[in-house]
């Protein structure tokens, strides 16, 4: 009866106590498992989105930590090791992306992590890190309260945290001569963690320039019909909208933005513009004349090593289009690349954290700093569409193109 | 356990009281194993997985209650894990120099107190009503952590802080807690499954009208059964979110938690004490190795949908039940069931008995002990009980006949509300009664067999007799029924309709007629005053129809009321008196045996196009 | 007043597709008393079959719809056969449970061949727009809401006006009396089961023009056909249409005048409010599984 499904269910358990027993005691129990051997691969793990809700990034982030596996290898590897990347799939999942890191540190041995996507991930992730004393570089996930922890070990490799991404781009608006500036704005935000403090961020510095509010509505993350999001929009008539969009949101808003002819003078969308040929394809791509958005990277920018990402990523993907999120996760690789080349060992992961702390780090998003709770402190960069293509309108001293203002949908292409 | 008892039991459903002695020592050192593991390794990887099987085993655990023995299937059992989640999160935020175990009961409390309020709301649904139901309720509770930001802060979620202890016994404090509570689910799952509470519950799950009219007062049992599998899982669930130190919304409430714990429970095999944590032990396990080892996302996806699909085409019952029958056909290959066997003689209700109070025939008043007045009730056209009016005199036993379809079954339904009349009154005792609910009738007093025999299938005849509640009370839900006093009155008057010998037999596997002979002692333990038999001659063997006069005999010399629907002529006329006649809905005549035989209106009307005698079938 | 003209016309144009998609739901309850959870996902599996054949072929998506719906037809034909009838005496309880493991089966299978990505199908009109006075009717809403009511003028002419249709209703009123008059219950029933995915088929090749979509967008699309049906009345095609039109301003009034952060709580709190005070819906008949044998 209850003896025989019993044994069958803890037969497993049973044998793998009875391993990990002798795997301690080949190992000698500690962390360091392999270290005696300096020519071993160095194990760096990570747990991303490749399926669910989250996978259209996920699956961006793992191509640009592979992009960095395969330029550190070709290059000679770090300190004089090969990189081996062990990479999860945490299917958008909390629970599961808790396991993956405890499967990664326990299980898989890894001797760093890189940090996984969006903050409703990343927040449970680098708890699991932290617990265990790993650095934990994470390229996506902005929310303010990931850093209210007190986490030592966590930084967060884009220029701002999710609240300030928007700055440049408010502080131009309200900057704008009288006559140019729009009187009214409209923030239809997504409820998440990322989108929602974003336009917060934006609506705080234009109200103070007095533009008026005249619509803000946050809706929830399976809202699919936007027509009557767009109808009130329309009807309260602003001069400008900041739409706080994830991506498939971002689409629809915009599509339904054009069935009931609501075009605004000028039209700002967090994160699906930066999709590059995925978000033309979803609003049609005459539709994106003038859209403006905030972004990390830009394939045309001239930071260090930027162009070798690029040409390295076209090779191995064979695509034109390098998405952000990719470039994100290079930026994140090369953060802790800088850190334990200049630390020179990975076995005191603390030192590799301090040395993050004090110093910069040239990365392909420009150059990276961090305070004491591990975000980032620098500006973050405002894309904008033009004929057709993305680019990178401010801050100007790093800009491709120059602004324009105005959102014309049918213009191009 | 009495062990002579054991010797004679060939198929028992509950394998936990079965001393197979290796079983327990299996069950020991895997318990064992467990405690000591965090010690011996310090593979986090492991620790993980058992930490997350821990949670979904207490999870499945008390879902089991209220699916596996209620009968009940919840998708949103999750919820509970949830709202424990939150308990911690919201205190431990609002709190933040308390340490956050202490908020870990409050999860159990809050949890239990949101099912009472889901309970009391789910009430009228049943079957897929109720599925859908949780599942709703699963998705707006969701959608309140969403929007109440104020105490939930949304979508952004809630962190707790690092728990403080030595990084090198970082698991240790989760998984002892997360064992200590799954002791605690198991104990009390274990404790239900030989209560009142637990017969009543799998009764419920069995046959919901039949149970009501054995006194089995449903909402209660089924408000309790919910908060009993909510209040662990609460727990648990508080654990899990100290655990991750992040609860949101989406991670909280996810469905694809509610199906895990589904999972388990069907896999492992409902209503049995060590399926659910089996199952949950081997979901998660498998679940780890699809992310890990087979390709992760879609994988998982095929890995739980397939087996959702394969446990329920082929594998419905579970392992545990799957493994029992295997084990028991194997036992009893080659020797003679039990069903087979004699049937007892019986023996006098007085010697045996203090449990059915016998009153002096001498001392029963002149006066009617149910009384029906112009009752009726109507199917769409069909005019099945329309002004019925009669009484039947307190010590009497009263025949009431009719050709078919002359709403005699529908009359008795009416009687013990199991179906509800339309107009009329019924008093029991000089007291109303149709305003009262099965088990409320009988409670008071009214005992009812059916005329195809409802016995609860899947359990055992002792179970099927000590689940009949007379009284109710909550303190008399934690009774212990299977053992103790209970059982020993249940085996009293199962020695007086003569099948002691059956007692751990399942109620399924017994033969027509025996089927009967329980389901008389089953009402006999309600010591109802009136005790309404549907056909109880009808599709047994004539040596049994005179056993079953006899008893009727005797119990009526001990003052027992009887109201017999009966279409054996000679069997109705030779024990009953008076006898009512109905035919379309009314009783159209009323006598004594000699005067309704008389009666021109009578014989015409049995002579009629109606007059066919039915023979009943076992099933 | 414009606005809520315009707002009560946006919610019936999504009821009118909400119906079809519900119809095949409350087709397969009320003549098996199957929930078939899976619904949504053989919906967005439609949506990507229309997406392939738009995506490869350039067929123009609406008018895919003659070639999505006859396989989705085949696919809930072969479903039916494979996994749907060996339990089709088993409790409704299990029904679902089955139903909802196919879900996640065709979520997975949708994930490996098409990849989790939003993928949206955007024909030349979709984002063009009918414009009365101040009103505007999408295009492709307006396109769908009318396909959606030839579909189901179709699936109802089939029901009440042929033989097949009476051999249905028989086989949903009392499937033991239709054996005994020649009907093949087992056929029937698997006929009715393709039908109403098929019916899905159809709703699921016009939702994806008009919204973009992911394997797993099937959970959100159970729950509101589910909702539907629940408020219409279980097994009722003409409860399914007027619940779908209910649901659907229901859902518009209350991102309008309430808050869009609600308007994703409306399907539950229908679903709950509904089997609480009537549990039969709108026009449905009483969903007890415990009928009284008297």
């Keep these: 009866m209850s003896h025989v499904s019993l044994r069958r269910a803890w037969t497993a358990m049973a044998l793998t106590g009875v391993l990990a027993l002798g795997l301690a005691a080949c190992g000698g129990d500690d962390s360091e498992g392999g270290e005696g051997d300096s020519s071993a691969p160095i194990r760096i793990g990570s747990s991303l989105p490749l399926t669910g809700e989250f996978s259209q990034p996920g699956q961006a982030a793992k191509q640009g930590y592979e992009v960095w596996q395969k330029m550190v290898n070709d290059a000679g590897g770090l300190l004089g090791r090969d990189v081996e990347l062990v990479i999860k799939d945490d299917a958008s999942n909390q629970n599961t992306v808790v396991s993956d890191f405890n499967a990664l540190i326990g299980q898989d041995k890894v001797d760093l992590l890189l940090g996984t996507f969006s903050s409703l991930l990343n927040l449970p992730a680098s708890a699991v890190a932290e617990k265990n004393q790993m650095l934990y570089v994470e390229p996506a996930g902005g929310s303010p309260d990931m850093f209210n922890r007190g986490f030592k070990y966590l930084f967060f490799t884009q220029q701002a945290t999710a609240d300030k991404q928007g700055k440049v781009f408010a502080e131009w608006v309200a900057a704008l001569p009288e006559d140019q500036r729009p009187k009214t704005a409209a923030y239809p935000t997504l409820d998440d963690p990322f989108a929602a403090p974003n336009v917060a961020g934006i609506q705080e510095v234009l109200e103070a320039a007095g533009i008026e509010t005249v619509y803000q509505e946050t809706y929830a993350i399976d809202t699919k019909n936007f027509d009557t999001i767009v109808n009130a929009m329309k009807n309260a008539d602003p001069d400008v909208v900041v739409h706080g969009a994830q991506f498939e949101d971002g689409i629809g808003l915009t599509r339904s933005m054009l069935k009931a002819g609501f075009a605004p003078d000028m039209f700002y969308e967090t994160n699906a513009p930066s999709f590059g040929a995925q978000y033309s394809d979803g609003v049609g791509a005459e539709n994106t004349e003038g859209v403006l958005y905030a972004v990390s990277h830009s394939p045309e920018a001239d930071t260090p090593g930027n162009a070798e990402f690029v040409a390295k990523y076209q090779e191995m993907f064979g695509t034109d289009e390098v998405p952000e999120d990719a470039a994100d996760g290079f930026a994140a690789a090369q953060v802790m690349q800088a850190a334990v080349e200049a630390v020179g060992s990975i076995d005191d992961q603390g030192a590799l954290a301090d040395w993050l702390r004090e110093n910069e780090v040239d990365t392909i998003l420009g150059s990276l700093s961090w305070d004491e709770t591990g975000a980032p402190t620098g500006e973050f960069l405002i894309g904008q569409w033009q004929n057709g293509k993305p680019e990178v309108v401010l801050p100007a001293d790093v800009s491709t193109a120059d602004i324009e203002i105005g959102w014309k949908p049918g213009a191009s292409g | ?619 | 007043m414009t606005e809520l003209l315009q707002n009560l016309l946006l919610g019936l144009l999504l009821g009118g597709v909400y119906a079809l998609a519900a119809s095949g739901l409350t087709l397969i309850f009320g003549v098996m008393r199957v929930i078939n959870i899976a619904h949504g996902a053989y919906l967005i599996l439609a949506s990507f079959i229309t997406y392939w054949l738009w995506d490869s072929f350039g067929i123009d998506p609406l008018l895919a719809i003659v070639i999505t719906t006859p396989i989705v037809f085949a696919l809930g034909w072969v479903t039916y056969k494979v996994v749907v009838s060996p339990i089709r005496t088993a409790p409704m309880a299990s029904t679902v449970l089955l139903t909802f493991g196919l879900a996640l089966v065709v979520e997975g299978a949708m994930g490996e061949i098409w990849g989790n990505n939003s993928t949206a199908i955007r024909p030349s009109y979709a984002d063009e727009s009918f414009i009365m006075g101040g009103l505007f009717l999408p295009k492709a809403q307006v396109y769908g809401g009318l396909i959606a009511v030839v579909v189901l003028v179709l699936l109802w002419g089939v029901l009440t006006k042929t033989w097949l249709g009476r051999a249905i209703r028989a086989a949903a009123t009392n499937p033991s009396s239709a054996e005994l008059v020649g009907i093949k219950v087992s056929a029937v029933a698997a006929l009715v089961f393709a039908l109403g995915i098929a019916a899905a088929g159809a709703g699921g090749a016009i939702t994806g023009v008009l919204y973009p979509f992911v394997p797993g967008s099937h959970y959100q699309w159970i729950a509101r056909l589910l909702a539907i049906v629940v408020l219409g009345g279980l097994g009722s095609l003409n409860g399914a249409v007027l619940g779908a039109i209910m649901f659907g301003l229901a859902e518009t009034l209350t991102s309008a005048y309430v808050s869009p952060s609600w308007a994703t709580a409306v399907p539950y709190a229908i679903v709950f409010l509904v089997l609480l005070i009537r549990p039969q819906g709108l026009l449905g008949t009483r969903l007890r599984e415990d009928a009284v044998a008297a």
Aim: with cysteine; net charge neutral.
């Design chain 2, 1 to 619: 356990m009495n062990a002579s008892t054991e010797a004679v039991t060939p198929a028992p459903s509950r394998p936990w009281l079965q001393p197979i002695w290796l079983g327990r020592a299996v069950a020991l050192a895997a318990g064992v194993l467990l405690v000591v593991y965090p010690m011996v390794s310090d593979d986090i990887y492991y620790q993980n997985m058992i930490i997350l099987s821990l949670i979904f085993a207490v999870g499945a655990s008390g879902l089991n209650i209220i699916s596996g023995f209620a009968g009940y299937i919840s998708l949103g059992q999750g919820a509970f894990l949830g709202l424990g989640g939150y308990t911690i999160g919201v205190l431990a935020v609002r709190f933040p120099d308390a340490s956050p175990w202490l908020w870990v009961p409050l999860g159990g409390v809050v949890a239990a107190g949101v099912a009472l309020i889901l309970g009391f709301v789910s009430l009228r649904s049943s079957g897929p009503a109720f599925v859908i139901i949780t599942v709703a309720f699963l998705f707006l509770v969701q959608v309140i952590a969403v929007n109440w930001v104020s105490l939930t802060n949304g979508t952004t979620g809630l962190t707790l802080p690092l728990p403080t202890w030595d990084r090198d016994i970082m698991n240790w404090p989760f998984y002892y807690v997360l064992v200590a509570i799954l002791a605690l689910q198991l104990l009390m799952t274990w404790w239900i499954r030989r209560t009142k509470l637990g017969m009543g519950l799998i009764a419920i799950r069995e046959d919901e009208t039949k149970a009501a009219t054995i006194g089995i007062n449903l909402p209660v049992q089924k408000i309790v059964a919910f908060m009993a599998s909510a209040l662990f899982v609460g727990m648990a669930g508080a654990v899990y979110g100290y655990y991750l130190t992040f609860i949101d919304p989406r991670g909280m409430f996810s469905i694809l938690i509610s199906v895990q714990l589904i999972l388990s429970m069907l896999i492992g095999g409902k209503a049995t004490l060590w399926g659910p944590v089996i199952g949950a032990f081997l979901v998660e396990w498998l679940n780890e190795m699809a992310n890990n080892d087979w390709g992760g996302g879609n994988t998982r996806l095929f890995l739980f949908g397939g087996l959702l699909v394969v446990v329920v085409i082929f594998l419905p019952k579970g392992i545990i039940p799957a493994i029992e029958s295997v084990l028991s056909w194997r036992r009893t290959k080659g020797k003679a069931g039990l069903v087979g066997a004699r049937i007892g003689t019986g023996g006098s209700l007085a010697s045996i008995t203090d449990r059915v109070q016998l009153v002096d025939r001498s001392e029963i008043p002149d006066r009617a002990l149910l009384e029906v007045r112009d009752l009726k009730r109507h199917f769409g056209g069909v005019k099945a009980v329309d002004g019925a009016s009669f009484t039947v005199p307190e010590g009497s036993i009263t025949g009431l006949i009719g050709p078919n379809g002359s709403g005699k079954t529908t009359l008795f339904n009416l009687i013990d509300d199991t179906i509800r009349a339309e107009s009329g009154e019924i008093l029991l005792d000089g007291r109303r009664i149709d305003g009262l609910r099965s088990w409320q009738r009988a409670h008071l007093g009214l005992g009812r067999t059916f005329q195809i025999t409802r016995l609860f299938r899947e359990m055992t005849v002792l179970e099927n007799v000590v689940a009949v509640q007379r009284r109710f009370s909550i303190a008399q839900l934690g009774r212990i029924a299977v053992s103790g006093a209970e059982a020993k009155a249940a085996e009293e008057l199962l020695e007086f309709v003569g099948m002691r010998a059956f007692r751990d037999q399942q109620a399924r596997a017994l033969s027509y007629g025996q089927q009967k002979l329980v389901e008389l002692a089953q009402i006999l333990m309600l010591d109802p005053k009136l005790i309404l038999l549907d056909e109880p001659a009808g599709g047994i063997n004539p040596v049994l129809i005179e056993r079953m006069g006899e008893m009727i005999r005797e119990l009526n010399s001990y003052g027992k009321t009887f109201l017999i629907v009966e279409h054996n002529m000679p069997f109705v006329l030779g024990l009953c008196d008076p006898i009512h006649v109905l035919a379309r809905g009314r009783t159209m005549a009323s006598g004594t045996p000699e005067e309704i035989q008389r009666d021109p209106a009578v014989i015409d009307a049995y002579l009629g196009d109606d007059f066919v005698l039915e023979e009943k079938v076992a099933p």
